[in-house]
């Protein structure tokens, strides 16, 4: 049986900083099984949206999604890179269940194949925030965090995001 190191790395630039981990899978069987489930790389030109995914696990599978593919940006926005197909579909999923706007899909500014699904404002914020964390046990400690710094409401840090419903904001 391989085994496999997943490895760090630490990029500092002027005025970026990002801590991000890789896995290098260099087994051509293990490659091919992957690629079979959608694993494949530079994965975010050409990923689709599952159509299989039951309505009650959307949730998990677009906060999973934003760990790897979203930010924030500026003082209020959240957005999430990806093929204009699967942001449309995404989006699609986001607004029944959440209630949300459609809204336009920003080019990248370098990857024509690559768009931004963006949506901005606190109140913004804390809907999709709270439908994202709502009872998760699993997810990126750093996004919660930031989301956590820019929402900047007594009453809303006080309470657990994880503990809160979309319909509490």
């Known amino acids: 049986a391989a085994s496999y190191e997943v490895k760090e790395a630490h990029v500092v630039k002027p005025g970026y900083e990002r801590h991000s981990a890789y896995l290098d899978v260099l087994s051509r069987p293990l490659c091919a099984d992957l690629a079979r489930h959608g694993v494949v790389p530079r994965k975010s030109k050409t990923?689709?949206?599952?159509?299989t995914i039951p309505s009650g696990l959307v949730r998990h599978y677009v906060r999973g999604y934003f760990d790897g593919n979203g930010s924030y940006s500026g003082s209020d926005q959240w957005r999430v890179?990806?093929?204009r197909k699967f942001l449309a579909e995404a989006q699609a999923a986001m607004a029944s269940q959440l209630g949300l706007s459609l809204t336009k899909l920003c080019d990248h500014h370098s990857t024509p194949e690559v768009a931004y699904m963006v949506y901005s404002g606190k109140r913004q914020l804390r809907k999709i925030g709270s439908w994202l964390y709502f009872e998760a046990t699993i997810y990126l400690p750093r996004k919660l965090e930031k989301l956590i710094a820019i929402v900047q409401n007594t009453e809303f840090l006080t309470a657990d995001f994880r503990s809160c419903s979309v319909s509490d904001f």
Not at 47 to 51: A, E, G
């Open 47 to 51: 990923l689709q949206w599952p159509s």
């Open 81 to 83: 890179a990806g093929s």
